[in-house]
């Protein structure tokens, strides 16, 4: 159980293209999301926090508007990366979480590699 | 503002012996503490975790971690190493009232043959 689906797993496009990430919580429902970056050899970074039906959290320091989160369903998240550049080439991570309460673990996806050439 | 340390950026061991990776933890609240590990180029998967009760806390692969508060030391321990257990492992604490986890900086596990 609890099993979050992540696509694509890996993207390589130009620079100026807008890309869009899926996270999928397949077998439960997500009361919150959660959207993370990691730089090689690098912990997690927390982008923002989404809750369904809500407007997502942003950590500070990360652009809203550069990266756009998404959370219509309990099932359904999108980071939706605008105009990247080569500096926004990074591994990109979900989570997800049943419930509000903070006892719950968060389950990963599988992580996109973006790669902005 | 809550905060981990996992002490030991980088640990080997020998196939068959003691893994034993160091987690300390800041919280001015009781915590809520894991560990998850994370295979190359894939997802974090959760290993263990502790919110409350039994101090001694086992979790998947062999793996477990005792939580000790007067040490705020929540260190994950798996008696025999397999060569399966390569990975890079992340302690994470989170409390009752937060919405998200702050993770350590990792540690990557080398198991020799």
């Known amino acids: 159980g609890a099993v979050v689906s992540q696509h694509p797993s890996r993207v390589i496009c130009k620079s100026g293209t807008s890309v869009k990430i899926e996270c999928r919580s397949l077998?439960?429902?997500?009361?919150?999301m959660f959207w993370y970056r990691q730089f090689p050899k690098k912990s997690l970074m927390l982008m923002a926090t989404?809750?369904?039906?809500?407007?997502?959290?942003?950590e500070q320091g990360v652009e809203k508007d550069k990266f756009l989160i998404n959370h219509a369903s309990l099932t359904l998240s999108t980071l939706t990366v605008t105009s990247a550049h080569p500096e926004d080439s990074s591994f990109y991570i979900c989570?997800?979480?049943?419930?509000?309460?903070?006892?719950?673990?968060?389950?990963f996806g599988d992580g996109t590699r973006l790669s902005i050439l | 503002a809550q905060s981990v340390t996992q002490l030991g950026s980088h640990v080997s061991v020998s196939e068959g012996a003691l893994v034993l990776l160091r987690c300390n933890y800041s919280s001015s609240v009781p915590p809520y503490l894991f560990w998850y590990v994370q295979y190359p180029n894939q997802g974090l998967q959760l290993l263990l975790k502790?919110?409350?009760?039994?101090?001694l806390v086992k979790g998947i692969n062999g793996f477990e971690a005792e939580f000790k508060k007067s040490e705020t030391s929540f260190h994950l321990t798996k008696p025999s190493a397999h060569m399966s257990d390569a990975a890079e492992y992340f302690c994470?604490?989170?409390?009752?009232?937060?919405?998200?986890?702050?993770f350590g900086q990792g540690t990557r596990l080398t198991i020799n043959p």
């Open positions: 502790y919110t409350t009760g039994a101090t």
């Open positions: 994470a604490v989170s409390d009752q009232g937060a919405q998200k986890l702050v």
């Open positions: 989570s997800a979480r049943g419930g509000t309460d903070s006892n719950q673990p968060q389950h």
């Open positions: 989404s809750n369904e039906g809500s407007k997502a959290t942003y």
């Open positions: 077998d439960f429902q997500a009361t919150t």
